[in-house]
């Protein structure tokens, strides 16, 4: 299958500041990712549509203002975490749609804020 | 946008099959069922999809009711290593902008 990758695999901040997460399609063009979110012993909650040279589609409940995403490349999509507090703690991950029936999701990024 | 139910858990011994079943009664009839497994702390794997037929991979069968109401994932000869969170997922929306909604998932446990 194809392969998305993610940076970092895990990351710890200080409470207030922000950090940015890259998700990667490595050997296909995704002009769609998607962010998804994960707490301990939950399920995937998704956070946002990452449309590539448009804005991002965000779900209901989601502070855009927040959770910043950019999708500036065919293979790169970017989640940045601002004013991080220890409850955005979690685990990030995105995927990449191949065509209308594939997608592939990342490893995940585990953000925790001190 | 439609939901899906599944068993919190199940057990299976190693070599047997294991039958993960699935409700999703407000599907509607152009959403795809999806399934994912997540192993601890990694990405979610892609199992298997179908729409109205049953379908087999190398991995698995999707037995999908003839209502679409609901669904069960066979592994036909679980391993150790099959062991993970099993996720039933309905494909939503329209082309261009199609989104997962991931249910809450199996934990299969599977015993040597």
């Known amino acids: 299958g194809a392969v998305v990758s993610q940076h970092p695999s895990r990351v710890i901040c200080k409470s207030g500041t922000s950090v940015k997460i890259e998700c990667r399609s490595l050997d296909f063009q995704a002009t769609t990712m998607f962010w998804y979110r994960q707490f301990p012993k939950q399920s995937l909650m998704l956070m946002a549509t990452?449309?590539?040279?448009?804005?991002?589609?965000?779900e209901q409940g989601v502070e855009k203002d927040k959770f910043l995403i950019n999708h500036a490349s065919l293979t790169l999509s970017t989640l940045t975490v601002t004013s991080a507090h220890p409850e955005d703690s979690s685990f990030y991950i995105c995927?990449?749609?191949?065509?209308?029936?594939?997608?592939?999701f990342g490893p995940g990024t585990r953000l925790t804020v001190t | 946008d439609a939901k899906t139910t599944q068993p919190p858990s199940m057990d299976c011994a190693e070599g047997r099959a294991a039958n993960l079943p699935c409700n999703h009664s407000t599907i509607s009839g152009n959403e795809y069922v999806y399934w994912y497994r997540q192993i601890h702390s990694q990405g979610p794997q892609y199992i298997i999809h179908g729409l109205k037929n049953n379908e087999t991979n190398e991995m698995a069968s999707l037995i999908i009711t003839e209502d679409r109401k609901s669904s069960t994932l066979i592994l036909p000869h679980a391993t150790l290593r099959d062991t993970a969170v099993y996720y039933c997922?309905?494909?939503?929306?329209?082309?261009?902008?199609?989104?997962?909604?991931f249910g809450t998932g199996t934990r299969l446990k599977v015993l040597a």
């Open positions: 990452s449309n590539e040279g448009s804005k991002a589609t965000y």
């Open positions: 997922i309905v494909r939503v929306g329209s082309s261009g902008t199609y989104k997962y909604i």
């Open positions: 995927s990449a749609r191949l065509n209308s029936y594939e997608q592939y």
